[in-house]
């Protein structure tokens, strides 16, 4: 599985262009282009933290991460994947046993139906192959608009934007894409971040999100972007220094 920078000639899928009025911009193309510029240097290549051993175990593990933390699936499906790498080893051992790996996540009987229909699915209408469109993906039973972008980032390389609490959160608060559901967020991120950034732009917005623009309280002295924010919510003019992290 790689997580690399997509092939020159893979098209940018941009959202589907819908007749939407959105808010006017506050950043900039200039402005825009610069706070991912910092993000690039301070993660220059981020990664998704669920893991996965293969496109199929990927659409398992983020079918079972709504509502729950990607290190308490991580513990569930490290046993799992090791006996059901496969649509058919997931059949063959069964929803009660799925059911008992992954019971220590948030609504697991519901996502071990799931994770069995969705696995007939695959062998019945897919041949067994993880799709790579939006659209068929969504047909799999437990995959959502958001699963679905993440598998094509993650697993095939396309530039999606996939709107988590995370980053539904950032594009209200700092003002960069205040849409009222998460496809209007997507669809005004996708279209107002500078297309070189889009690829890893997802992560670098989740992983903001995650430690530094946090929900409860913003640390807005550990920001590396806090000059160019206009969110209400800041308490620091002064951008942090910029140290390279790993992921
Ligand atoms: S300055 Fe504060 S509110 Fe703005 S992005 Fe940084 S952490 Fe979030």
Redo the contacts with the bound molecule.
């Keep these: 599985m790689s997580e690399k920078t997509p092939k020159k000639s893979q098209s940018v899928s941009k959202s589907k262009p819908r007749k939407k009025k959105f808010p006017r911009a506050k950043y900039t193309q200039d402005e825009m282009h610069e706070i991912f510029a910092r993000f690039k240097l301070q993660r220059p290549e981020p990664k998704g933290e669920l893991n996965h051993v293969n496109p199929y175990t990927l659409v398992v593990a983020v079918s079972l991460s709504a509502q729950a933390t990607d290190v308490g699936v991580n513990k569930a499906t490290k046993a799992l994947f090791q006996v059901a790498d496969t649509p058919q080893k997931m059949l063959a051992l069964g929803e009660e046993k799925v059911r008992d790996y992954i019971k220590t996540i948030g609504l697991y009987r519901n996502k071990a139906k799931n994770v069995i229909l969705l696995s007939q699915k695959l062998i019945d209408d897919f041949d067994s192959v993880v799709p790579m469109e939006r659209e068929a993906l969504m047909t799999l039973p437990g995959v959502g608009r958001k699963t679905a972008n993440v598998v094509m980032s993650m697993a095939f390389n396309i530039p999606t934007m996939a709107v988590d609490t995370h980053v539904f959160r950032?594009g209200h608060?700092?003002g960069m894409a205040p849409g009222k559901t998460p496809d209007d967020v997507e669809d005004i991120l996708m279209k107002r971040i500078p297309e070189e950034y889009l690829f890893h732009a997802h992560h670098w917005l989740i992983l903001?999100g995650r430690y530094?623009?946090?929900a409860r309280k913003?640390?807005?002295e550990?920001?590396?972007?806090?000059d160019l924010?206009?969110?209400k919510?800041?308490?620091?003019d002064v951008p942090a220094t910029i140290v390279r992290l790993e992921d």
């Design positions: 950032i608060r700092m903001h530094t623009c946090k913003p640390e807005c550990a920001c590396i972007v806090a924010c206009k969110s919510e800041k308490t620091c």
